[in-house]
């Protein structure tokens, strides 16, 4: 499982402000300068970054995974992570598609029908519904609860 750390950031910062201002005002010169205090040292710190883990995926339309991902950040910390999700129902309609497949290539009848009563019995596993209406129509024989 990828595991990601990242440590705060901390930011020190002083200043000095002078400001002189000059001004003509009847015929009288005046001159005023404001010399402010240094103001006092602080400290940014900013919450880590939680940086995601990379896709773990595919382009091909058969695979049937994903990531599956969290990251939680607070004030000088961050913590990240993922781990890759396998969709076991996606799995079981591939090869029910492959298995469908394979019986259309079949040049035996008596092969053919056999091959199509186990993808039959592929899809029934997917979920418990299908599995019903299947033998409630006598598709496939009733599984022993």
Do not use: H, W
């Given at each position: ?128 519904k299908v599995r ?14």
């Amino acid at each position: 499982m990828p595991l990601i750390a990242v440590a705060q950031t901390t930011t020190d910062s002083s200043a000095t402000a002078t400001t002189n201002s000059a001004s003509t005002n009847a015929g009288n010169a005046q001159t005023i300068q404001f010399n402010a205090p240094p103001m006092n040292n602080y400290s940014v710190k900013t919450t880590g970054n939680a940086m995601m883990p990379s896709f773990s995926g595919s382009f091909s339309s058969d695979y049937c995974g994903a990531t599956a991902a969290g990251g939680v950040g607070g004030m000088g910390f961050a913590f990240s992570f993922g781990a890759p999700y396998i969709d076991q129902s996606c799995l079981l309609l591939r090869t029910y598609e492959r298995t469908m497949q394979n019986a259309a290539q079949q040049v035996d009848p008596d092969r053919a029908e056999i091959i199509r009563d186990a993808g039959l019995e592929i899809l029934a596993e997917i979920n418990p519904k299908v599995r019903a209406i299947y033998e409630k129509r006598g598709l496939i024989e009733v599984k022993e609860k």
